[in-house]
C-alpha cells in the first residue's frame, strides 16, 4: 500500500514538472510568435518596459540636476557645502557649470554646423557596456524625426553606424563595430576595398592577405555611409607563416566616452560599386584640400578658396 | 507584492547590469516562482537592443532558465512537500 501510494506521488511530480516544462516552451513559443507576427505591437510593449529604466539611469548617471547630481557627487557636495560660507567657491562652482556649458555647446555646434547635410543632433543615453548588446541607444525618436536606417555620425563626417530601431523618444543605433555585423571599406595608404567585420567595442577588423602594405594611421573610409571616414587602422597583426593578416580600425572618440551623434534625416539606401568610387574620391579630395583665406591663395581660377597640396589623386 | 518587486528588480538588471550579474538573480527569481515573466522580460530586451542581433539570445536563456528551474524544482528538498 505505501509503495503504492509512493510510486504514485512520484509519478504525479514526473506528469507536473513535464506539464510545467512544456508550459514554459509553450509560452516562449508564443511570445516569439507574437514578435514574429505583431512586430510593431511588441516593440512598444518593449519600448513601455525598457524606456523607463534607461531614461532613469541616463539621468542619474549624466544629468545635471540637483537630485542626481547630488547623487553623484554626494561627497563633493558635502565639502563644497562647507566651502560654502565663502563667496569665491560659489562663483568657481558658477563659472565651472558655464565651462561645461560652453563645452557642451561646442560639441553641438560641431555636430551641426559643418555638416552638410541636414542632420539631428542627438544625445547619447546608453552606451556598449551599460547596455545589453553592443548598441547605442539615443535620446531622439520618431517624434524627433529620426528613421530607420538612416546613418548616425559621431562628428561632422565620422560615420559610426546606422539606426536600427526607432522608438518614439529614442532610437537604437546599430553600429558598424557591432559584432556580426560586416561592412565593405576603402583603406587609404593600400588603397584598397575589402569587408571589415565588426569586433565589439567600437573596433572593426580588416583581413587582408599577405603582402598588402597596411600600416597604422591609414585611414578606413565606409562608403555606404556617404561622407563616411570611420576612422583609421590602429593596430596590425601579421604573423609571416599566415596567409592573411588583420587591421583593427577604432574610431578617434571611443565609443564609450560619446556624449553627442548626429543622425541624417534620410535613410541609406544600397550603393552601387560607381557610387562608392565617388564617396571615396570625395573623402580622398577632401584629405588633399586645405582651407585658404580668399586674400591669400593665389589660383589661376580665381573662383576656387581650397588648394590641393598634391597634384594628381591615384586611380581606383 | 514580492514577485512584483523582484520583478522590476529583474527589468532593471536586464538592462544596467552585464547579463552575468543578471544570471544568479534570474536564477533565484526562477526557482521561488513560475518564472514567464523573465521570459517577457527577454523577449522585450531582444526586441529594443537587438536590431543586429541575428538570435533573440536573452529570450532564448530564459527559456533554457525557466525550464530548467522547473525540472530542478522537484528535486530540491524544500519543494519536496508530501
Known sequence: MRKYSL????????????????LVVVIGLVFVLLAVVLPRAVSLVASL??????????????????????????????AAQRELERELAARDGSEYAINQLLVENEELRSLLGTASTSRIGAGVIGRPTELPYDTILIDRGSRDGVVENAPVFAGAEQAIGFIGRVYPHTAV???????????????????????????????IRVHVPQGIALEPGNLVVMPTF????????????????????YGYAALSTPVAHLRFVSVGTEALEPLDFASAREVVEAVREDMLSVP????????????????????????? | ???????????????????????????????????????????????YFGAASGLPYYTLAAIVLVSAAEWIKPQLLFYARD
Open chain 1, 7 to 22: 510510486t504514485t506521488k512520484a509519478n504525479s511530480r514526473r506528469t507536473s514538472r513535464t506539464r510545467r516544462l512544456r
Open chain 1, 292 to 316: 585658404v583665406p580668399a586674400g591669400v591663395l593665389i589660383d589661376s581660377t580665381g573662383t576656387s578658396t581650397a588648394t590641393t597640396t598634391a597634384s594628381s589623386t591615384e586611380n581606383i
Open chain 2, 1 to 47: 507584492m514580492m514577485r512584483f518587486t523582484a520583478t522590476i528588480i529583474a527589468i532593471c538588471l536586464s538592462v544596467l547590469v552585464s547579463p552575468w550579474l543578471l544570471l544568479p538573480v534570474a536564477c533565484l527569481h526562477a526557482l521561488a516562482w513560475f518564472a514567464w515573466e523573465l521570459i517577457l522580460i527577454g523577449l522585450c530586451v531582444d526586441v
Open chain 1, 49 to 78: 518596459v525598457i524606456t523607463p529604466v534607461v531614461m532613469t539611469e541616463d539621468w542619474l548617471l549624466h544629468s545635471r540636476d540637483t537630485v542626481p547630481m547630488y547623487l553623484r557627487d554626494r561627497n563633493e557636495l558635502i
Open chain 1, 226 to 245: 556617404v561622407s563616411g571616414v570611420y576612422g583609421e587602422i590602429v593596430s596590425v597583426e601579421s604573423v609571416p607563416t599566415r596567409p592573411e593578416q
Open chain 1, 173 to 203: 543605433v546599430v553600429l558598424a563595430t557591432t559584432p556580426g555585423i560586416s561592412s565593405t571599406v576603402y583603406i587609404y595608404g593600400p588603397n584598397i576595398y575589402t569587408v571589415a567585420e565588426g569586433m565589439g567595442g567600437g573596433i
